[in-house]
């Protein structure tokens, strides 16, 4: 069965640092999420993209956060200069037909 | 007033039992519900998907929608230990590509 795949499954970094975490979606899907999920806390949508570009975004995802598709296959979240408070379950979800299917996440820890 | 209210439990219950899981919410532009599984530290796992009022049912879960009242849930029926998990409510406005917004998620412990 398809499935999104994320990596890497933990990682961990300084204050300050950038961070790219990856998403593969499922293969014909055309729309892709980012969500996170701070430690006991609800998931919360970052952003969405369609056809290469942004489509919609929370008032979480600013100027540190950015989103790419480099090819065919690979949809990635940067973090250009990590806080603590980044530190959270990030979730690459891909869309089909309104149903989003969700991938196992990262989880970011900022030190 | 949150968008999504959701009990976060714990709802303890014994094998065999009926779970009974609710959310509420507040934007009536809400049109698509979706029910997600979580186990601890792992992604959201879809169960359940319905398009605007009534029921839906697969296997031992179904999935009901009140519109008029913003009330939605879920009833698994049978419940095992290995359903021992978060449940999460979600729904979407429907237009192409809307993001999803989540409750906070209920935690079911079911007992053997």
């Known amino acids: 069965e398809p499935e999104v795949t994320q990596t890497p499954s933990h990682q961990v970094t300084q204050m300050g640092q950038e961070v790219i975490l990856r998403c593969v979606p499922i293969?014909?899907?055309?729309?892709f999420y980012w969500y996170r999920q701070i430690l006991g806390q609800k998931v919360e949508f970052l952003v969405s993209?369609?056809?290469?570009?942004?489509?919609?975004k929370s008032e979480i995802f600013d100027d540190q956060f950015s989103v790419e598709r480099p090819d065919g296959s690979n949809f990635t979240l940067k973090i250009r200069s990590t806080k603590l408070e980044d530190s959270a379950m990030y979730f690459c979800?891909?869309?089909?037909?309104?149903?989003?299917?969700f991938g196992a996440g990262t989880r970011l820890s900022v030190l | 007033q949150k968008e999504v209210e959701q009990d976060p439990g714990p709802l303890s219950v014994p094998e065999g039992a009926i779970v009974s899981l609710n959310c509420t919410y507040s934007?009536?532009?809400?049109?698509?519900f979706m029910w997600y599984r979580q186990y601890s530290r792992k992604g959201p796992e879809l169960l359940m998907y319905?398009?605007?009022?009534g029921n839906k049912e697969d296997g031992r879960f179904t999935a009901q929608v009140d519109k008029s009242s913003k009330y939605i849930s879920l009833f698994i029926r049978d419940s095992q230990p290995s359903d021992s998990a978060t449940y999460l409510c979600?729904?979407?406005?429907?237009?192409?590509?809307?993001?999803?917004?989540f409750g906070g998620g209920t935690r079911v412990l079911v007992k053997p």
């Open positions: 979800a891909s869309m089909e037909g309104n149903i989003q299917y």
């Open positions: 293969s014909n899907h055309l729309y």
């Open positions: 993209f369609y056809n290469n570009e942004i489509s919609e």
């Open positions: 934007n009536s532009a809400f049109q698509y």
């Open positions: 319905t398009y605007s009022s």
């Open positions: 979600a729904m979407s406005r429907g237009a192409a590509g809307n993001k999803l917004t």
